[in-house]
């Protein structure tokens, strides 16, 4: 068996759809589709040299890999490379193959650290260790199920705070974007990266073909948000939380629970009944929320690092 790496081809839909069954098979935990990976090649960034590569035997797409370089990090030189094989096609150097060209491209583009997650898994941990990667912090990927689940009652907001959605600020969601840079910023991880760039803003994460405003729960104070859950959906039975944030200023009154009980809440009552978020291990705060709401750990990733040079 010959395998070759080359770059995805946006415009063949066998690409898109082998790319994310192979993503789908190595980690079910988080929901790809056609429409959020052809968003995210349309909105990278010229600085981040980001290229989308795959593994491909006897014509099948086996392997993936997503590759590029923090643009938005005060650090320079900070590389990211994700390498998925499908679970039953491991085995013929697939993995190889598309590290050794995701470092090849990041090193030619001025990288000078590498990060990459690794599922915890025996084998998975050896081959990142037998390419030079040492481990890091984990994360772990977490499920509910949403239909059977006893969800906390509803509660009522604390005094002076209003509960909305997303879909409340679809005519300016600058305020939403002030409390994103803010809670974004405290959030546990390697690469520190800086939301400065509003209109950028939108388009990634306003405009991602996920994201529910009708779910997204919106505590407000004083007239701004300063909590919110952000929900993203696939349109069938997947929820999945892709932020939980507070401002600073309102941290330790229970509004990241509230915000995401409600969401939760109004989720399930639009027929959702799958529920997945993640945490990283050190967000002990944020773990013991969604332990309350039932969450259990179904899988965990360990990000490795290596330095180059």
């Known amino acids: 068996m010959t395998v070759i790496v080359r770059d995805l081809r946006p415009g063949v839909p066998a690409d898109l759809e082998g790319f994310i069954r192979v993503r789908h098979r190595a980690l079910p935990y988080v929901f790809f589709s056609p429409a959020s990976l052809l968003h995210g090649l349309a909105l990278s960034h010229p600085g981040a040299h980001a290229r989308r590569l795959v593994a491909v035997a006897d014509g099948e797409i086996i392997g993936t890999a997503q590759v590029g370089l923090a643009h938005d990090s005060p650090e320079p030189g900070q590389g990211a490379l994700n390498v998925y094989v499908d679970p039953a096609r491991t085995g013929h150097g697939a993995g190889a193959l598309l590290v050794r060209t995701a470092e090849e491209h990041l090193t030619a583009h001025g990288a000078t650290k590498l990060f ?3 599922l915890d898994e025996p084998g998975n941990r050896v081959f990142a260790e037998r390419h030079g990667y040492r481990a890091s912090r984990s994360a772990h990927f977490l499920r509910l199920d949403l239909a059977g689940a006893s969800l906390p009652p509803l509660q009522d907001p604390p005094p002076g705070v209003e509960l909305r959605t997303a879909a409340d600020f679809a005519d300016d969601p600058r305020p939403l974007f002030a409390l994103d840079a803010e809670a974004g910023s405290d ?3 390697d690469i520190q990266t800086e939301f ?3 209109e950028a803003w939108v388009a990634e994460y306003w405009r991602h073909p996920h994201l529910d405003r009708e779910l997204t729960s919106v505590a407000v104070a004083e007239g701004r948000p300063v909590a919110f859950s952000v929900a993203h959906t696939d349109g069938a039975a997947r929820y999945t ?12 009154r229970g509004l990241a629970r509230l915000v995401k009980n409600d969401s939760l809440h109004r989720a399930r009552a639009a027929g959702y009944t799958k529920a997945y978020t993640g945490n990283d291990t050190d967000n002990g705060p944020m773990l013991a929320i969604n332990k309350w709401f039932g969450y259990e750990i179904c899988a965990t990733e360990v990000r490795y690092v290596r330095e180059l040079g």
């Not at 939380?241 to 330790?252: C, D, K, L, P, S």
């Open 196 to 198: 400065t760039d509003y």
């Open 241 to 252: 939380t892709g932020m939980t944030g507070t401002a600073r200023a309102h941290r330790g």
């Open 116 to 118: 990459a997650w690794v």
């Open 187 to 189: 959030e546990p991880g």
